[in-house]
């Protein structure tokens, strides 16, 4: 693996105006029909996205607590204001990767925006009063979601081109070892592993 990365993915490249993500892909055997569905979080060590956002729809703690540490933030009263805003609801869903809802405002997050948040797989996740968000944005960043539906490909990102040869491998080698171990018969289940980055070819691992 060491080597696929040092010769295909040049961590000294001029640098785009976007930065290349590196996506890894699982290919099934045709038997995984008969697996079970799943869908897990996956916990890596190396974030995967350095310039991650997210945004606290809060209650008043919670704001104060995002505004203390420079965390975006919205209050229900201006969540409310937006309910009849369809420009400024999709701006708001595409200009954060990820939300947090204190568990009083997230049950009426669907009622006040509507569906599309949960369409585009960002409906906030619960926040409690226990829990510190910069802790729990931290832990984010380095989460992953897997699915296994019904077509026989899983794809998930595992990092970017910035990151040291080191932690891709890392986050890697954990993502290979989770998918594989969630799968009823593991490997023998398993018939391609790639890696590939935004713009280049795939690179076969397994």
Not at 127 to 142: A, G, Y
């Amino acid at each position: 693996m060491e080597t696929i990365l040092h010769e295909k993915y040049s961590f000294n490249s001029p640098v785009l105006r976007f930065l290349t993500y590196i996506h890894h892909n699982v290919a099934s055997s045709p038997r995984i029909k008969r697996e079970k569905r799943f869908a897990t979080n996956i916990q890596l060590r190396y974030p995967i996205r350095p310039r991650y956002k997210c945004c606290v729809y809060g209650d008043e703690q919670h704001c104060d607590e995002a505004r203390l540490y420079k965390i975006p933030h919205m209050p229900m009263d201006d969540l409310r204001r937006m309910n009849k805003d369809k420009k400024k609801k999709k701006k708001l869903e595409h200009r954060y990767h990820a939300f947090l809802a204190s568990d009083n405002v997230i049950r009426q997050i669907p009622r006040i925006l509507g569906p599309g948040l949960g369409r585009m797989g960002k409906f906030p996740t619960l926040v409690t009063h226990t829990e510190l968000l910069r802790d729990k944005i931290e832990k984010m960043k380095t989460t992953i979601r897997v699915h296994l539906k019904k077509s026989p490909f899983i794809n998930v990102p595992v990092g970017h081109v910035n990151m040291t040869e080191e932690q891709l491998i890392s986050n890697i080698s954990m993502t290979i070892n989770c998918i594989v171990a969630l799968l009823r018969k593991h490997w023998q289940h398993v018939r391609k592993v790639f890696i590939k980055s935004t713009m280049g070819p795939s690179h076969r691992l397994y």
